[in-house]
């Protein structure tokens, strides 16, 4: 609470917080804010198709005649899905990786650092997009896709804490009295190593939503009619600038939450004293 107090003071970071709040209350309450909930699927209206902002349209409607805006709305659960499972799977093999290689040393700490720097000298965008090129195209498929570039990131931060921390007294003292190295290590150097790995959590879950986008835009990520915010970027590209709608909103619907996530984790990063 004291944390979110401070948040709320920081005219920044205040702007994170209802930009967040509004990306996630709108994907939640999807089904009651959007006016045309039908569209979501493989519905076709020729009789509405590719107009302009108007009412009831208020972000105009696609080629077929859907509504852009109850696409958009659904198009936020599924990053936040797709940001919440990748983070939920990629975190805790990070943080187990880097704790293992941090505190323990040794061969352990060679052979899974070098591991992992096989993984960060591959570009995230271009190794997501080789493991979708083994995969088919589906949202399933793309959690694992971008899983797989993630969890390196937290390796190395965790690995970096660890290292530094295991030389502390507290650590030493552990030693002394014969606890166990998962102990000391889950239990001692874990809990301080917990700030920055909320922080760069806050900070990726926009950039998730901006690679998964990024995979959708290239044809390799959710495919149609499953709304995506990326592959309605990419197929209103086509259509500019006459119908700039089809482009401009789910465009600015990624700026969103990648612009949300990122003060709210700036701000942290600030009051929880974390050097990134």
């Given at each position: 609470?004291?944390?979110?107090?401070?948040?709320?003071?920081?005219?920044?970071?205040?702007?994170?917080?209802?930009?967040?709040?509004?990306?996630?209350?709108?994907?939640?309450?999807a089904?009651?804010?959007?006016?045309?909930?039908?569209?979501?699927?493989?519905?076709?209206?020729?009789?509405?198709?590719?107009?302009?902002?108007?009412?009831?349209?208020?972000?105009?409607?696609?080629?077929?005649?859907?509504?852009?805006?109850?696409?958009?709305?659904?198009?936020?659960?599924?990053?936040?899905?797709?940001?919440?499972?990748?983070?939920?799977?990629?975190?805790?093999?990070?943080?187990?990786?880097?704790?293992?290689?941090g505190?323990?040393?040794?061969?352990?700490?060679?052979?899974?650092?070098?591991?992992?720097?096989?993984?960060?000298?591959?570009?995230?965008?271009?190794?997501?997009?080789?493991?979708?090129?083994?995969?088919?195209?589906?949202?399933?498929?793309?959690?694992?896709?971008?899983?797989?570039?993630?969890?390196?990131?937290?390796?190395?931060?965790?690995?970096?804490?660890?290292?530094?921390?295991?030389?502390?007294?507290?650590?030493?003292?552990?030693?002394?009295?014969?606890?166990?190295?998962?102990?000391?290590?889950?239990?001692?150097i874990?809990p301080?190593?917990?700030?920055?790995?909320?922080?760069?959590?806050?900070?990726?879950?926009?950039?998730?939503?901006?690679?998964?986008?990024?995979?959708?835009?290239?044809g390799?990520?959710?495919?149609?009619?499953?709304?995506?915010?990326?592959?309605?970027?990419?197929?209103?590209?086509?259509?500019l600038?006459?119908s700039?709608?089809?482009?401009?909103?789910?465009?600015?619907?990624?700026?969103?939450?990648?612009?949300?996530?990122?003060?709210?984790?700036?701000?942290?990063?600030?009051?929880?004293?974390?050097?990134?």
């Amino acid at each position: 609470m004291k944390t979110l107090a401070i948040l709320t003071r920081n005219p920044l970071s205040l702007i994170g917080l209802i930009l967040v709040a509004a990306v996630v209350l709108s994907a939640l309450l999807a089904d009651f804010i959007t006016p045309f909930p039908a569209h979501v699927g493989s519905v076709v209206d020729f009789t509405n198709f590719n107009k302009p902002p108007q009412w009831p349209n208020i972000f105009g409607t696609d080629l077929v005649g859907r509504d852009l805006f109850t696409r958009v709305i659904y198009a936020y659960r599924i990053s936040l899905i797709l940001g919440v499972v990748v983070l939920a799977l990629a975190v805790p093999v990070g943080v187990a990786i880097g704790l293992l290689a941090g505190y323990l040393g040794g061969w352990t700490e060679y052979l899974l650092m070098r591991l992992t720097d096989v993984f960060l000298s591959i570009p995230p965008l271009v190794l997501a997009m080789s493991m979708m090129g083994l995969l088919a195209p589906t949202l399933t498929n793309g959690m694992i896709a971008v899983t797989v570039m993630w969890w390196p990131w937290y390796t190395r931060l965790v690995y970096n804490i660890a290292r530094s921390e295991k030389e502390e007294g507290y650590v030493l003292a552990a030693e002394v009295i014969g606890a166990s190295k998962t102990h000391i290590m889950f239990r001692e150097i874990l809990p301080n190593c917990i700030p920055s790995i909320v922080t760069k959590m806050t900070l990726d879950f926009g950039f998730v939503i901006l690679i998964a986008s990024s995979l959708s835009f290239l044809g390799l990520g959710v495919q149609p009619p499953t709304p995506d915010l990326g592959s309605m970027v990419a197929e209103g590209a086509k259509y500019l600038p006459d119908s700039w709608w089809l482009t401009v909103f789910p465009g600015v619907a990624i700026l969103v939450a990648v612009f949300g996530f990122n003060l709210i984790g700036d701000a942290l990063r600030e009051i929880l004293g974390v050097d990134q």
